[in-house]
T-cell receptor, first 108, second 112 residues
Framework: GIQVEQSPPDLILQEGANSTLRCNFS?????LQWFHQNPWGQLINLFY???GTKQNGRLSATTVATERYSLLYISSSQTTDSGVYFC??????????FGKGTKLSVKP | SQTIHQWPATLVQPVGSPLSLECTVE??????LYWYRQAAGRGLQLLFY??????ISSEVPQNLSASRPQDRQFILSSKKLLLSDSGFYLC???????????FGPGTRLTVT
């Protein structure tokens, strides 16, 4: 099955800093999603991005499917950005394969 | 707009007791439905998915089962819980022609 590696595993930022989270996957995929898991466990959809680049406010994402990686950019980070960020490429049945996540802590 | 509900939000059950978790989706017809489990500090693992009433596919052999008695209802069950069944259970849905999934609020299960 598809293997997913996310880096870094942990990230501590000062409020206002920028960051890049990386997701490598081992096989070609039909879909890829980025999620933010808040402290209450809710998974919040950030991007559905099987290829290309998308932007939503301070967040943007790029997936280069041919090279099997995706990047999530967070600019001008805020304390509310804290939590765990998951990359989840999709298998052939539409199921998502989750990485172990990047735990982000933004300090005021 | 579409919404997804899960209940209960939290559950503490003794080893050997039965389990029933429910997930319902509103505002869409014939969704694909998924059950995932998240162990503490880990990513999510797919347990079951369904593309229609009575159609269930299992990804991981385990102590659990799933059923889809109605179009927008997905149930996760167990006859006898194990300690290893503890975790955070999330239900998700997608429209039948799309891969993009949306998650419910989850049920935190502790087996004692």
């Amino acid at each position: 099955g598809i293997q997913v590696e996310q880096s870094p595993p942990d990230l501590i930022l000062q409020e206002g800093a920028n960051s890049t989270l990386r997701c490598n996957f081992s096989d070609s995929v039909n879909n890829l999603q980025w999620f933010h898991q808040n402290p209450w466990g809710q998974l919040i959809n950030l991007f559905y991005i099987p290829s290309g680049t998308k932007q939503n406010g301070r967040l943007s994402a790029t997936t280069v499917a041919t090279e099997r990686y995706s990047l999530l950019y967070i600019s001008s980070s805020q304390t509310t950005d804290s939590g765990v960020y998951f990359c989840a490429p999709g298998g052939s049945q539409g199921n998502l394969i989750f990485g172990k996540g990047t735990k982000l802590s933004v300090k005021p | 707009s579409q919404t997804i509900h899960q209940w209960p939000a939290t559950l503490v059950q003794p080893v050997g007791s039965p389990l029933s978790l429910e997930c319902t989706v509103e505002g869409t017809s014939n969704p694909n439905l998924y059950w995932y489990r998240q162990a503490a500090g880990r990513g999510l693992q797919l347990l079951f998915y369904s593309v229609g009433i009575g159609q269930i596919s299992s990804e991981v052999p385990q102590n659990l089962s799933a059923s889809r008695p109605q179009d927008r209802q997905f149930i996760l069950s167990s006859k006898k819980l194990l300690l290893s069944d503890s975790g955070f259970y999330l239900c998700a849905w997608s429209v039948s022609y799309s891969y993009e999934q949306y998650f419910g609020p989850g049920t935190r299960l502790t087996v004692t």
